[in-house]
Nanobody, 113 residues
Framework: QLQASGGGLVQPGESLRLSCAAS????????MGWYRQAPGKQRELVAT???????IYADSVKGRFTISRTNAKNTVYLQMNSLKPEDTAVYYC?????????WGQGTLVTVSS
């Protein structure tokens, strides 16, 4: 089970940090990442840790967003700086653990003046 939090309404240029915690019996986490879906658009990758331990970022967020994790807490974070109106979306975490893909419930981020 995944529990995501941290969304909200902010003005352009401000920051937010999202978090997503995996709970239950976890034998091994392979992938942890963040996706988003804006109104009328398809869900897209924002940032993710790969199974090899690397990171991938969408071009639109490079230099502004940072993904991190706390293995002991099975938690993944997304630090979002210099937010823009086009970052407005529902953000979903995705974690692959115990060989199964899990999605969080989504948290809404709205960037507006």
């Amino acid at each position: 089970q995944l529990q995501a939090s941290g969304g909200g309404l902010v003005q352009p240029g401000e920051s937010l940090r999202l978090s997503c915690a995996a709970s239950g019996t976890i034998f091994g986490i392979n992938v942890m990442g963040w996706y988003r879906q804006a109104p009328g658009k398809q869900r897209e990758l924002v940032a993710t840790f790969t199974s090899g331990g690397g990171t991938i970022y969408a071009d639109s967020v490079k230099g502004r967003f940072t993904i991190s994790r706390t293995n002991a807490k099975n938690t993944v974070y997304l630090q979002m700086n210099s937010l823009k109106p086009e970052d407005t979306a529902v953000y979903y975490c995705k974690v692959v653990y115990n060989g199964v893909q899990h999605w969080g419930q989504g948290t809404l981020v709205t960037v507006s003046s």
